[in-house]
């Protein structure tokens, strides 16, 4: 796998990009927070990520998920087994997690979207960063506490249901930034556009509810989108929200969209 690539968005606020997703690292003095974790394959990347700042993984208070799909889950049990980290996310969510039930496309929807541009390529990507590896997460638990977290950077759950029924994004008051996991993205290997948009209809359980669910992003005041795919992109949430949801309308209103 090649080396991730770290960019410090705000202080001590870290994107990092491995396999076409992204983590990110908050750091408070010599303690960090993990938000999602990479393929399984990228376990050395997230490593390497937080020895690239000047920290070691066991610095790292708690891994905070957005959802669990398996592109965000891949370093969580190797954090859990040799670090004793935690891992929160909503309460539904950690039934996900559990894998008492299973909210994310599978090979026949990528058999059957295989047509569309990038998707062969990204597809076989994907497959050797372990994507169609069962994963569980037995040590999966909700938020301690309601309101912002007790973890560097105090980042603040806020429930954009949609792209799985316990998505979970994270408002960074003290930076004006959120990390919106998968709920809204601003760029995927499957699409052609770089901006605000949503995934394709294959990768949501429900495309209705995350653009409904948008509404808790919209009202946040952050001027930082730091997406699960694509580049963070230094703009107004509300405008972000108010972009996607006008291509979601034109999608649907044109057959040339
Ligand atoms: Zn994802």
Same mark, same amino acid.
């Given at each position: 796998?090649?080396?991730?690539?770290?960019?410090?968005?705000?202080?001590?606020?870290?994107?990092?990009?491995?396999?076409?997703?992204?983590?990110?690292?908050?750091?408070?003095?010599?303690?960090?927070?993990?938000?999602?974790?990479?393929?399984?394959?990228?376990?050395?990347?997230?490593?390497?990520?937080?020895?690239?700042?000047?920290?070691?993984?066991?610095?790292?208070?708690?891994?905070?998920?957005?959802?669990?799909?398996?592109?965000?889950?891949?370093?969580?049990?190797?954090?859990?087994d040799?670090?004793?980290?935690?891992?929160?996310?909503?309460?539904?969510?950690?039934s996900?997690?559990?894998?008492?039930?299973?909210?994310?496309?599978?090979?026949?929807?990528?058999?059957?979207?295989?047509?569309?541009?990038?998707?062969?390529?990204?597809?076989?990507?994907?497959? $050797?960063? *372990?994507?169609?590896r069962?994963?569980?997460?037995? !040590?999966?638990? @909700?938020?301690? #506490?309601?309101?912002? /977290? +007790?973890?560097?950077?105090?980042?603040?759950?806020?429930?954009?249901?949609?792209?799985?029924?316990?998505?979970?994004?994270?408002?960074?008051?003290?930076?004006?930034?959120?990390?919106?996991?998968?709920?809204?993205?601003?760029?995927?290997?499957?699409?052609? $556009?770089? *901006?605000?948009?949503?995934?394709?209809?294959?990768? !949501?359980?429900? @495309?209705?509810? #995350?653009?409904?669910? /948008? +509404?808790?992003?919209?009202?946040?005041?952050?001027?930082?989108?730091?997406?699960?795919h694509?580049?963070?992109?230094?703009?107004?949430?509300?405008?972000?929200?108010?972009?996607?949801r006008?291509?979601?309308?034109?999608?649907?209103?044109?057959?040339h969209?």
């Open positions: 796998m090649p080396s991730p690539t770290v960019v410090e968005v705000e202080q001590d606020v870290f994107c990092v990009t491995g396999t076409d997703v992204n983590w990110v690292l908050l750091r408070e003095g010599a303690d960090l927070t993990l938000i999602d974790a990479g393929y399984p394959a990228d376990i050395p990347a997230v490593e390497e990520s937080i020895r690239s700042i000047g920290a070691r993984p066991d610095d790292v208070r708690a891994i905070l998920l957005t959802h669990a799909h398996i592109d965000h889950i891949g370093a969580i049990n190797h954090f859990h040799k670090y004793g980290t935690p891992a929160y996310m909503s309460a539904v969510e950690t996900h997690a559990k894998r008492e039930y299973l909210e994310q496309a599978g090979e026949m929807d990528v058999v059957k979207n295989i047509w569309r541009p990038g998707m062969l390529r990204w597809s076989l990507r994907i497959a $050797r960063a *372990g994507a169609t069962h994963v569980t997460v037995p !040590h999966a638990a @909700e938020f301690p #506490t309601a309101g912002a /977290l +007790d973890l560097p950077g105090a980042p603040v759950p806020v429930a954009t249901t949609g792209h799985t029924s316990g998505h979970t994004s994270y408002f960074l008051p003290s930076v004006g930034a959120v990390v919106t996991g998968d709920s809204l993205v601003t760029g995927h290997p499957t699409s052609r $556009r770089v *901006g605000p948009q949503l995934l394709l209809p294959m990768f !949501h359980h429900s @495309e209705q509810e #995350t653009l409904a669910s /948008l +509404d808790a992003l919209a009202s946040l005041d952050a001027g930082l989108l730091i997406p699960g694509g580049r963070p992109e230094r703009i107004p949430i509300r405008e972000a929200v108010t972009t996607v006008e291509r979601a309308i034109g999608k649907s209103g044109s057959a969209a």
